[in-house]
């Protein structure tokens, strides 16, 4: 018969994930295994936000896609996807 355990008696050991150490601190709303986009997009979104940020802050499209290892176009595609060109 298999049992479902409470865990203070498991064996659990929280490693985290490259996001954040623990998973039982983690401060995003949704484990980025349980989000349907997964592993990658975790830090596509935070690439994402930053992209946006700089260019309100005026950095040329160009330096953008330089520093993010992106293309131009890519650059336009997140600006233009949330309304920012």
């Known amino acids: 018969m298999d049992i479902d355990r409470l ?8 490693e985290g994930c490259d996001l954040h150490p623990s998973c039982l601190g983690c401060p995003l709303p949704l484990c980025r295994y349980d989000d349907p986009g997964g592993r990658r997009s975790g830090p596509r979104a935070f690439r994402d936000r930053e992209i946006r940020r700089l260019r309100r802050l005026g950095h040329p499209i160009p330096a953008l896609a330089r520093r993010f290892g992106i293309s131009t176009r890519t650059v336009h595609r997140i600006l233009r996807r949330d309304g920012y060109e």
Not at 7 to 14: A, L, R, V
Request: charged share 25%.
């Open 7 to 14: 865990p203070e008696y498991t064996q659990y050991q929280d």
